[in-house]
């Protein structure tokens, strides 16, 4: 059924993350940058073929292009959520092969199928025959003490017979034994090497690079060598670095300030508590809008303070506002 033509560039990315990349999230970054792909949070196929669609996959139409993240390991179970995930609309699936929480591991799915690459190759093969949408998986360079680069380059190879054409790589191991999600994503040490010499190998995938990029600087280094940049906590700490990546990488010049951006988000934030969203869950995306600028400090403590004792009261933002000094 799938083409195998992936047209969704994958030049600038922000990656899957558990309890911050949700829609409003991604609204925000949408309003920051038309030319970023956006991942959702890792949702496990459980979630979705037994709990509620709308509250765990739905999203808005302006976050295109969008990327449901999966983790799971059943064939037929990605099947079925590939198939609701094109019904509900979004443009590409991926496949967590990077995580490493006690959680997935027992769940036999995440950064621990690497160890897996038959099972990998099963259930790629199932999901690009349920939908038409691209298939790409992110993974780690390793994992434990399967950690050389042949064993790197066969598994990449394994998801390459398989039909996959893109691939996202965190440049750091997984440790699953010892270390928590967070030490995984500081404590191995990046190997930017692994994944420039992926693209070399198998030239004709297009491999993403993810893992401590934290300026336009960097991501233009890294552009040299694979075809996209995969960005996480950078941009959770400074969303607006987006637009100076997007006005480097992509030439686009917006006449977008970041007032504009807080001015549409407030609008958001307003038919979203209108629809019963509570104010609790919008706010944090938007907490860092002014990182690096003067004031941003204050605006940030007095929307965290603020905001709860009002409740749906949306001038809190007008008010947080006035401690910052924009140039
Ligand atoms: C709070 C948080 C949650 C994360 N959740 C996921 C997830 O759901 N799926 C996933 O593939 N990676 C997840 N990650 C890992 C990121 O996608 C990314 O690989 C990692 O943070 C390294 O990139 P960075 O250095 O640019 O942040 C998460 C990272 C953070 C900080």
Redesign the pocket.
């Known amino acids: 059924m799938n083409s195998g033509v992936n047209l969704i560039n994958h030049k600038l990315s922000v ?7 949700d829609k409003h999230c991604r609204y925000l970054h949408r309003l920051i940058s038309k030319d970023v792909l956006l ?1 959702s ?2 949702i496990t196929t459980p979630a979705i073929l037994q709990g509620d669609k709308q509250k765990y996959i739905g999203f808005n139409s302006q976050e295109h292009p969008v990327v449901l ?1 999966l ?1 799971g390991s059943d064939p037929g179970d990605l099947a079925k959520s590939c198939i609701i995930a094109q019904e509900f609309g979004y443009d590409e699936v ?1 496949l ?1 092969v ?2 490493p929480s006690d959680r997935v591991q027992k769940g036999r799915f ?1 950064a621990c199928l690497m160890n897996e690459p038959e099972l990998v190759v099963n259930c790629i093969k199932s999901m690009l025959q349920s939908v038409d949408i691209p298939i790409t998986v ?1 993974c780690r360079i390793g994992v434990d003490d399967n950690t050389s680069y042949e064993n790197l380059l066969a598994f990449i190879q394994h998801l390459d017979q398989a039909g996959l054409q893109t691939v996202i790589i ?1 440049a ?1 191991i997984a440790i699953l034994k010892g270390l928590s ?2 030490q995984n ?1 500081t404590v191995p040490p990046l190997n930017y090497d692994f994944v420039y010499r992926i693209k070399k190998t198998l030239p004709h995938l297009n491999i993403v690079i ?5 300026t336009v600087e960097q991501a233009q280094k890294h552009l040299k060598y694979v075809d996209g940049v ?7 700490n400074n969303p607006w670095l987006l637009n100076d990546l997007g006005e480097t990488l992509f030439d686009t010049h917006t006449q977008t300030t970041r007032d504009d951006v807080l001015k549409h988000y407030q609008n958001y934030c307003q038919q979203q508590l209108d629809d019963g969203v509570k104010l609790h869950w919008l706010l944090p995306p938007i907490l860092n809008l002014f990182h690096g600028i003067s004031g941003n400090k204050k605006w940030k403590n007095y929307l965290v303070t603020q905001a709860p004792l009002r409740k749906n009261d949306l001038s809190v933002f007008d008010e947080a506002r006035e401690f910052v000094t924009l140039n």
Not at 16 to 21: G, N, Q, S
Not at 230 to 236: D, H, Q, S
């Open positions: 990656a899957p993350m558990l309890d911050w990349t991942y949070e890792m993240q983790g991926n967590n990077g995580c995440g992110k965190h750091r999600p967070k994503r993810n893992g401590g990029i934290e995969m960005l996480g906590r950078a941009i959770w």
